[in-house]
């Protein structure tokens, strides 16, 4: 399974890789900002879990959640929005 780790704190990215990999979610990809997250979500890997975070730096609308929808996004399992 593959997983997307999307935060601004590489702390918590680290802690939600960790979370995801004792859920045998072992391919973790980490995006620092939502712009990176964007790009991503729109290359050619598949996605069966996305964490991310509400507020995202460099991006232009609220949550990098309604960016992603614009890029049709690629996800089996689910996305979840952690609080800022």
């Not at 859920?23 to 069966?48: F, H, R, T, W």
Request: proline residues 4%; aromatic residues 4%.
């Amino acid at each position: 399974m593959r997983g997307l780790v999307v935060d601004d704190s590489s702390v918590m990215r680290k802690v939600l890789t960790g979370a995801l990999s004792r859920v045998n979610i072992s391919e973790v990809d980490e995006a620092p900002d939502g712009k990176v997250a964007v790009a991503l979500v729109a290359g050619d890997k598949e996605y069966d879990v996305i964490l991310m975070d509400w507020n995202m730096p460099n991006m232009k609308r609220t949550g990098s959640f309604l960016d992603a929808r614009y890029v049709r996004i690629r996800c089996i399992g689910g996305l979840v929005r952690l609080p800022a």
